[in-house]
């Protein structure tokens, strides 16, 4: 079964600019999170997605948002990028509510 | 609320050796608790979790933990340390949000 996958694996953008990053759950998964991962602030959750719903948000601005798509694919944006905005983000499928979750590669995003 | 504490973000070990990364947590509920293992440039694999059956848990890889509720203790334990295991391992634990909260990570040092 393929895992998660996550697309661009490599990202370069200059601050001010928006980004989109793609998410592919595992099949049959229905929910998925994405997470931000600095040297920093370590794994901090994004926003968590079922069945085309946003289940669950962390604490972070509006300027970052997601959807889901019918298939269960996901994708996050964000808009106005910060220099802070350079991260990991990583995406994580799971069954459903409170099951395991399994992630992919992430996304490696640099804002300049 | 939830939390977990990693104690020591740096372990090394000779190949070998007995492998103990320390993880603590706090839940205000029963808590489902994991390990995930990162590589360099890599997402987050499941190692094992426990989800309050047999307090030992096996994974993979030759890993285990033991759930210890009077300590708010998960340790994970590897009897013999291999080159390959040197990566960045992170305990999470889910409450009744059944979101993960992360760890900061413990980097797994092995020296020949």
């Known amino acids: 079964k393929a895992g998660v996958t996550q697309t661009p694996r490599y990202l370069i953008k200059t601050r001010g600019q928006q980004v989109t990053l793609s998410c592919s759950p595992i099949?049959?998964?229905?929910?998925v999170s994405w997470y931000q991962q600095t040297p920093g602030q370590g794994l901090q959750f994004l926003f968590e997605?079922?069945?085309?719903?946003?289940?669950n948000k962390g604490n972070f601005p509006g300027r970052f948002s997601g959807r889901q798509f019918s298939n269960s694919r996901s994708e996050m944006n964000v808009s106005t990028l910060e220099l802070g905005d350079s991260a990991l983000y990583l995406c994580?499928?799971?069954?459903?509510?409170?099951?395991?979750?399994?992630f992919g590669p992430g996304t490696r995003l640099l804002v300049l | 609320a939830q939390s977990v504490t990693q104690l020591g973000s740096h372990v090394s070990v000779s190949e070998g050796a007995l492998v103990l990364l320390r993880c603590n947590y706090s839940s205000s509920v029963p808590p489902y608790l994991f390990w995930y293992v990162q590589y360099p440039n890599q997402g987050l694999q499941l190692l094992l979790k426990y989800t309050s059956a047999a307090t030992l848990v096996k994974g993979i890889n030759g890993f285990e933990a033991e759930f210890k509720k009077s300590e708010t203790s998960f340790h994970l334990t590897k009897p013999s340390a291999h080159m390959s295991d040197a990566a960045e391992y992170f305990c999470?634990?889910?409450?009744?949000?059944?979101?993960?909260?992360f760890g900061r990570g413990t980097s797994l040092i092995v020296h020949p």
């Open positions: 099949s049959g998964h229905r929910s």
């Open positions: 999470a634990v889910t409450g009744g949000s059944y979101i993960p909260t």
């Open positions: 997605y079922f069945s085309e719903t946003q289940r």
């Open positions: 994580a499928s799971s069954k459903g509510f409170g099951e395991t979750q399994y």
